[in-house]
Structure formats: structure tokens, C-alpha cells
């Protein structure tokens, strides 16, 4: 606590510099006090201290105030015209360069060392991790110098290089430090998938198998000065022009290409397996359609066959009863020919196939005993001897061809017509000849053919929307 209050306004000084040579775009330069941070919070805060993303980005934000540059994916590059493409980047960037614009620094790639090799891995790239320790007087120098060369900025974006960097205060840039081997400060290490062989360890992602593995390609350690110092601007770009990418490229082209032949015949795949998945919904759709179709014909059918049933029922049940009826109590409505002296009405009855008939019926005679005189012409019975009243009789045929459901003329099968003038004589129950207009004393009838149908019975025939009469 005392040491906190004592270094407090050496804290706030060194904050109030900083600021002014940042806003004044001046590097700042490596004095040791500036390194000192004896001032802590009162509340720690492990979470950003253990969050690879906040540490990193942490680190860049302190490398651009001591440096006085900014990160390419920081920086607001000059406006032109036309699209964006590498090479109009790499224009804007030299472009920038030459006239003295603020100087850049590569665009560093925020997370863990682990992520950044399976970013290296998953887009075939080549990465370039940077160490550097604070304690290291060569830090200072390789911080302004190499890491804002403009040559070397340019080269690392021309090539799309993944570039990460750290601290090794920090635990992550230290874990990495330890699998990378590095002994001093500053410390750049090239890492790229290379042909499988007895590589060394760089990560948890290395392994022996048939396919690429990532391999530590080269390590730079030591001073950035003179320009011959191993990690100084000059030998790092002539390194990387002379001997990594003429080693690295050819490889990972055809690796890129590969890659990209994969996910075409990937993209084929499945646009093949949409194909035919579309076409099984549409064969299911198809086969469901059919399979309905099937249901509703049969069940048409069903309904079919059971109104057929039906009418085959009905009608048998009405001639069994007609038949009845004609055995039982026709005759007994029957009337009998009467001799010329009686009282008798002359009646002339033309069948259908020419025929006459020609009646003495009693006066009281009625329209039932002409309709069943017709009907035993059409279908004679052997009658049974019955103690029915003819009453009685009529009575039972009225409720018999109501109980049918049929018209009066098709339970019948024919209709009468008065012959001239031409008038219809409907069955109707207990009405007398006599007191038809044309049938008082004599009469000529027509019988025509009805063709009996039970009701909901459909014709077999196809139907021209016209009534016939027939007439024989």
C-alpha cells in the first residue's frame, strides 16, 4: 500500500507523456522508468488479463504508442476509385509510404498462439510469430525499426502472411516462447504446413501423419542493429524473398489448389445430393399423390358398388311385391266383360305392339280396374284364391306403390292417354271412368311403355338431356 501511494505521481506523469507523444504522433522513447509499473489496482482483474483476445489486443494498442504507428486494419488508408483488391491495397500502401504518410505496422491477428496455428493450418498461410521482453535493451530498436519498415509491412501483407506477437510477460506470448524454443529477445519464428517428416514440436496441433503438418521454417533471435543483425528489416525481407517464400510457395500453392478442387467437388456433392433429394421428395410426393388417388377411386368404387347393391335390393324387394300383389289381389280389380244390354262402357285399349283390346266394363269401373286390365295383359300370373275385398284390395295397391318411393306410372311400367283428343289418365286411387271427360260412355285408350327405374338408380345410357316419348 505505501509503495502504491509513494510511485502514484510518477504513475500519473508518465500517463500525461505518453499522451502528449501519442497525440503529437512522436515515438516514444525506451527509458527504463517508463517500463516501470509499480502501481496496481486496488481490484485486480483476472478476466482480461486471461482473455488471449484482450491481451493481445492490449499489446497492440501499447506497440502503436510506442511506436507512433498504426495497424493496417487501424489505419483509414488513402480514398480511391474502383473496387478493393490485394493489389490496389498494396498501391495504397507504397503510395502512402512514399509520401511520408504515417507509418504503418503489420496487421497483427488478435487470439491465442494455438488459434493462430489452426488459422495457419485451415488457411494455408504462412504465419509470423513475434516475441519481445521488455527487459531486452534490443527491444526498444525492433520495435521502431524492423516492425515499421515500410518494405517489410509490405511484403508480410503482399503475401497475406498471419502475423501474431506478444509479450512474454503475458502467459501466452511465455507458453509460446516455450514451444517455439526462444532463448532471447526480440524473437520472429516463420511457421507454415510443410510435407510430412520428423518435424519439430511447435504445438499441440503437430503430428505425424501423411498429411502436412505445420513446421517451424525459421527463427530469428537477437538485435535489430546493425542492418546485418539477425532481426533487423533488411534480413528479415531478404530471408523471406530469397529463401522462404521460393521454399514455401510452390508447396502451398498446390496445397491451395487441392483445397480448392475439394470444395468444388464438395459443393458438387452436395448440390448432386440436393439434386436427388429434391427428386426423392418429388418421387414421395408423386407416389402419395398416386396412393391417394388409389383411396379415393377405391372408395368411390366401394360407394359405388354398395348404391348398386342397394338399388338391386330395392328393386327386387318391389317386384317381390309387385309379384305378390299381382298373384294375390290383381285379379280381384280385374273387371269382368259385361254383356251388350248392361249398363257397360265400350273401351278400346291399343297395346305397344299394335294389338286392341276391346272391353265391356260396368259403368262403376275404376281407373284401377283399367290400369291392372293393362297390366295382367303385360304379366299374367296364375291368381290364388284369396276372400280379400276388392276395397281392401285397392286400398293395399295404394299403400304398396306409396311404400315403393316410386312414381304412380313407373311402379305401373306404362301410362293411358285418351286417344283423341289426346288427355293423360293418371292412376289415381277410387276414381271412376265415368267421371273422365271422353270415357262416359265409350273410350279409346293408348298405352305407352315406361321405363322403370328406382329412384337413385343411374342410367346405363348415355343421356342427350332430352325426354323421349315413345310412342306404340
Request: proline fraction near 7%.
Amino acid at each position: 500500500m505505501l509503495s502504491s501511494i509513494l510511485t502514484f505521481p510518477f504513475h500519473v506523469l508518465a500517463s500525461i507523456i505518453r499522451f502528449i507523444f501519442h497525440t503529437l504522433r512522436i515515438p516514444i522513447p525506451h527509458v527504463p522508468f517508463s517500463s516501470l509499473n509499480f502501481y496496481r489496482p486496488l481490484i485486480p482483474r483476472p478476466s482480461s488479463r486471461s482473455d488471449p483476445y484482450a491481451v493481445s489486443d492490449r499489446w497492440i494498442r501499447s506497440l502503436e504508442e510506442e511506436t507512433g504507428a498504426h495497424c493496417l486494419s487501424r489505419a483509414s488508408l488513402v480514398p480511391h476509385a474502383g473496387p478493393s483488391t490485394p493489389q490496389s491495397q498494396n498501391s495504397n500502401l507504397r503510395s502512402r509510404v512514399s509520401t511520408g504518410s504515417p507509418r504503418l505496422l503489420p496487421d497483427f491477428t488478435l487470439g491465442s498462439y494455438d488459434e493462430i496455428l489452426r488459422l495457419c493450418q485451415s488457411d494455408i498461410r504462412i504465419g509470423c510469430v513475434i516475441l519481445v521482453s521488455s527487459e531486452h535493451d534490443d527491444v526498444p530498436d525492433f520495435k521502431r525499426n524492423t516492425l515499421t519498415d515500410p518494405t517489410l509491412v509490405d511484403l508480410l501483407h503482399k503475401h497475406e502472411f498471419i502475423v501474431w506477437g506478444g509479450d512474454v510477460r503475458e502467459r501466452e506470448a511465455w507458453s509460446a516462447a516455450q514451444k517455439l524454443q526462444a532463448t532471447t529477445f526480440p524473437f520472429v519464428a516463420f511457421i507454415a504446413l510443410q510435407p510430412p517428416r520428423a518435424s519439430s514440436f511447435i504445438g499441440p496441433t503437430s503430428r505425424t501423419s501423411s498429411s502436412p503438418s505445420l513446421t517451424i521454417l525459421s527463427r530469428h533471435q537477437g538485435p535489430a542493429a546493425p542492418t546485418s543483425a539477425p532481426t533487423s528489416a533488411r534480413s528479415l525481407v531478404d530471408h523471406i524473398v530469397h529463401q522462404l517464400l521460393p521454399r514455401v510457395m510452390p508447396f502451398l500453392r498446390s496445397l491451395r489448389l487441392a483445397a480448392t478442387e475439394r470444395a468444388h467437388e464438395r459443393a458438387l456433392r452436395e448440390e448432386q445430393d440436393a439434386a436427388f433429394r429434391e427428386s426423392a421428395r418429388r418421387d414421395r410426393e408423386k407416389e402419395a399423390l398416386r396412393a391417394e388417388e388409389a383411396r379415393r377411386t377405391a372408395e368411390l368404387e366401394k360407394v359405388e358398388m354398395e348404391h348398386r347393391r342397394a338399388v338391386d335390393e330395392a328393386r327386387a324387394r318391389i317386384a317381390y311385391a309387385r309379384g305378390r300383389w299381382q298373384q294375390e289381389s290383381r285379379q280381384l280389380l280385374i273387371p269382368l266383360d259385361q254383356s251388350p244390354d248392361a249398363d257397360s262402357i265400350r273401351m278400346t285399349i291399343r297395346l305397344p305392339d299394335g294389338q286392341r283390346l276391346v272391353r265391356l266394363i260396368a259403368r262403376n269401373s275404376t281407373v284401377t280396374s283399367l290400369y291392372c286390365l293393362v297390366d295382367a295383359h303385360f304379366t299374367p300370373t296364375n291368381s290364388i284364391d284369396t276372400e280379400i275385398n276388392p276395397s281392401v284390395a285397392e286400398s293395399n295397391l295404394r299403400e304398396l306403390i306409396h311404400s315403393s318411393g316410386q312414381p304412380a306410372e313407373t311402379w305401373w311400367g306404362f301410362s293411358l292417354f285418351t286417344a283423341y283428343p289426346r288427355q293423360a289418365i293418371p292412376w289415381r286411387p277410387a276414381v271412376r271412368l265415368v267421371d273422365i271427360e271422353g270415357l262416359r260412355n265409350s273410350g279409346q285408350i293408348v298405352v305407352e311403355m315406361v321405363s322403370k327405374k328406382v329412384e337413385g338408380e343411374k342410367d346405363d345410357q348415355d343421356d342427350d338431356g332430352y325426354d323421349t316419348e315413345r310412342s306404340v
